[in-house]
């Protein structure tokens, strides 16, 4: 038995069976099924949602979340896919589009996610719209002006995202990787906002202004990868990669060897 790029079975992958034409057609009056995931962290989540042409940027339903196991989603991602599809009566084709969280956060599980996605949407034929997890934070803050998400990075460092919000959309200025005191420095002259505990206490001991969010889940990625397709961005599957922020290990150990 073979297996595909994302480590899942061939058998899953290749059961879903290509439409012979793109059937991608944002003009539709109908809703269109968005498939929804997110492997950038410990834990992931999969998601059927549903928008339509023409509908208010905030008009997004989520069909129904599923979560995913850390360390698992290699051999879960594609077979919940499968069996969110099945339980709520939809065919693979009825996929309108993919929205795939692409980082920043864990090289293996985002390795292994955008490579089911992109193996699905070449199957699919159907586009792909990438978020950045620090977009999604900036814009759960319901905030103005310019805000820095933040993200724990581990190793006392932060994944920081500068954005300019306004009416709901963001415009991304930047997005680093910063040591802690390096962020605090960066981070006087704005609105911090986080999903992450520990940073919020740290960051009020810095005498900084900070809003803890809740951790962001589908609908949340899910409107923004709408509002983004809606504006024509997306991508093939040949153009789909992780956005890591921090250098691999790997490469990092390369390096210092050379």
């Known amino acids: ?45 999969v998601a059927l949602a549903r928008a339509a042409e023409g509908a208010k940027p905030n008009q997004i339903h989520v069909i129904e979340e599923v979560p995913l196991a850390g360390g698992t989603f290699s051999a879960q991602l594609v077979p919940q896919i499968a069996e969110l599809l099945a339980k709520h009566r939809f065919n693979k084709t009825d996929i309108g589009a993919f929205i795939v969280v692409s980082g920043p956060g864990s090289f293996t599980g ?6 089911a996605i992109k193996a699905l949407a070449e199957i699919l034929h159907k586009p ?11 814009v759960a803050g319901a905030a103005s ?19 300019e919000l306004s009416a709901g959309n963001a415009r991304l200025l930047n997005e680093q990787l910063l ?11 704005a609105t911090v906002l986080t999903p992450d505990e520990h940073l919020v206490a740290k960051a009020v001991g810095a005498n900084l202004s900070v809003t803890r969010i809740e951790v962001p889940g589908a609908a949340r990625v899910a409107l923004v990868g709408w509002q983004k397709l809606q504006a024509g961005i997306s991508l093939t599957p040949d153009q789909l990669d992780a956005n890591y922020i921090r250098r691999s290990d790997a490469e990092i150990f390369s390096k210092v060897k050379s």
């Open 1 to 45: 038995m073979g297996t595909a790029a994302c480590g899942c079975p061939a058998e899953q992958i290749s059961a879903l069976n290509p439409p012979s034409l793109y059937e991608l057609n944002i003009q539709a009056k109908t809703p269109m099924l968005l498939l929804v995931t997110d492997t950038s962290g410990k834990h992931g989540r």
């Open 110 to 115: 985002l390795r292994v996610g955008l490579a």
């Open 128 to 138: 792909i719209v990438p978020v950045s997890l620090l977009e999604v934070v900036a």
């Open 145 to 163: 002006g310019r805000v820095l998400a933040a993200l724990d990075a581990g190793r006392n460092e932060v994944y920081v995202g500068e954005y």
């Open 179 to 189: 040591p802690v005191d390096e962020f605090f420095a960066t981070a006087r002259s």
